[in-house]
């Protein structure tokens, strides 16, 4: 218990500081609020669209899918606002030599690389889509009790972690490549992928993004927990393995690749 508590002051501190770096470029941080929220709402007004010449999506009808899309958007800005900076800057870390001074700290290296930094309006991004699913879930009659509303949260974590998982597979890279930022940033535009349902997909399309990179399965578990279109437990078992497989390989992963680096002075 006394080293979770030192982990969580530890993690106390670093929040503070990204909360003082982000108050001394207000304008650099509130245009990526706008921006993140202008891409957003051009996804709504997407299915908006779609919408104008269908009544459903397979079995999506136009709000459920809103619902799918603002969960997405909450999973995405929760991963961005934790995880993403720290990942993007692991290949400079690395192609620098810095990654020694983080070695050197009398904590454990995962944890320090990974959450370093905190993107604060992320947190802000992610309230929006939360409002943005009350609207929708009132649009649908929704009335999800406290259960339905826990079990929500406990998969969008599981699905952040399984991103988290991959993503530092993919940023690992850099201790063979040097450089991977397009590798990163190319997995994270596949969120794209996570705003549609899953009934829109066939074949090995979906196989590949439901089993091997689940980015359909991520989203739209979560949201068939409140839209009440879950009806088997098999998909919430499914993620939870898929997460604790992830979290496994990551670990695996990140130690061989940690073996691997040789240090600036080397």
Request: hydrophobic share 55%; proline share 3%; aromatic share 14%.
């Amino acid at each position: 218990m006394s080293a979770i508590a030192r982990y969580l002051s530890i993690y106390a501190a670093l929040c503070r500081n990204s909360l003082m770096r982000e108050m001394i470029f207000r304008a650099n941080f509130l245009l990526w609020i706008v921006v993140d929220l202008l891409w957003f709402g051009l996804q709504l007004c997407f299915i908006s669209v779609i919408y104008l010449h269908t009544d459903s999506i397979g079995t999506w009808t136009k709000w459920e899918v809103v619902l799918l899309i603002a969960a997405s958007n909450f999973i995405q800005q929760i991963f961005q606002g934790v995880f993403l900076v720290n990942l993007t800057h692991l290949s400079e870390l690395v192609r620098t030599g810095k990654l020694d001074f983080l070695i050197m700290q009398p904590v454990n290296t995962r944890f320090i690389v990974s959450l370093r930094q905190v993107d604060l309006g992320g947190f802000v991004n992610a309230a929006i889509a939360v409002a943005v699913m009350g609207y929708a879930g009132f649009q649908l009659g929704l009335r999800p009790g406290p259960g339905e509303v826990l079990l929500f949260l406990f998969l969008c974590s599981i699905g952040v972690m399984i991103h988290y998982s991959l993503l530092l597979l993919l940023a690992a890279v850099s201790f063979w490549t040097v450089k991977s930022e397009g590798i990163v940033w190319g997995y994270y535009n596949l969120f794209n992928i996570a705003r549609l349902p899953d009934d829109a997909f066939r074949g090995l399309f979906k196989a590949f993004f439901t089993l091997a990179i689940p980015m359909l399965l991520v989203s739209y578990v979560p949201a068939r927990v409140l839209t009440g279109k879950l009806t088997s437990p098999g998909m919430v078992l499914l993620l939870l393995g898929m997460g604790v497989g992830c979290m496994v390989v990551s670990e695996i992963g990140w130690r061989a690749s940690l073996r691997r680096y040789t240090s600036a002075s080397s």
